[in-house]
């Protein structure tokens, strides 16, 4: 009787504690990652090592911000990194122009990336896979033979300053992702823009029906990423 009842009290525990763990899992990694650092890196829990750890992730989560916005509509997008390689390549050819100039063609670039594959999902019907894997290829391609496979430095202030400057001791480029991060947070909670991404990755068929523009949303969250 007893055994039955220690055997039901394993199964319950397994029934209980297996969801919850499923659901929680990246959570509970994380912190056994933390507390493993605590305990055995040195100089782990210092403010300069929470600093470095902030600056390059920064960069990961403003791709990853776009890329969240394409897998809302229920797509993805491979070229990412690609697009921030070419955009990033445009930047030093053209500084000689000015700061404004190279930023604004460095966007461009990026703007212009996110827009074919946009209009091959969104209006060629090309699967997303397909239309970016073309991108990832070609945009590496690109961004070799824009810089002739030299590394470019750069040494305008301002543009240096953006990587580098600690505005308030908080470094600019963990500022830049805050803001970025409050942005699209604001776009899908608060905006229509927000509700038609959300609605486009539940069902695209009915948002068509629902008279969203599915067309143009799905190419601005393409340029977006």
């Known amino acids: 009787m007893s055994g ?6 394993r199964s319950f525990d397994r029934a209980a504690v297996g969801p919850w763990l499923r659901d929680r899992g990246v959570y509970v990694a994380f912190a056994l990652l933390l507390i493993f650092n605590l305990i055995f890196t040195e100089n782990f829990a210092s403010f300069g090592t ?9 960069p990961v989560l403003l791709v990853s911000l776009g890329l969240a916005l394409v897998i809302g509509t229920e797509g ?7 697009i921030m390689a070419l955009a990033s390549a445009a930047l030093p050819l053209y500084l000689g122009y000015g700061w404004p100039v190279a930023i604004g063609l460095s966007l461009f670039v990026g703007i212009a990336a996110g827009l074919v594959n946009g209009s091959l999902v969104a209006f060629a019907g090309v699967q997303p896979i397909v239309a970016t894997l073309a991108l990832l290829v070609a945009g590496r391609g690109l961004a070799q033979i824009f810089t002739n496979g030299q590394l470019l430095i750069v040494t305008d202030p301002v543009v240096l300053a953006l990587g580098q400057a600690r505005p308030f001791g908080i470094p600019a480029p963990v500022i830049v992702a805050a803001v ?15 509700r ?15 008279g969203h523009p599915v067309r143009r949303t799905l190419l601005a969250v393409y340029a977006i990423s």
């Open 50 to 58: 929470f600093s470095n750890l902030l600056v390059q992730v920064s």
């Open 76 to 82: 993805i997008d491979l070229s990412v990194g690609a």
């Open 196 to 210: 038609y991404v959300v609605a486009i990755g539940g069902n695209r068929s009915a948002s068509y029906l629902s």
């Open 4 to 9: 039955g009842t220690a055997a039901g009290g």
């Open 180 to 194: 970025a991060v409050a942005v699209v947070a604001f776009l899908i909670r608060r905006t229509t823009f927000g």
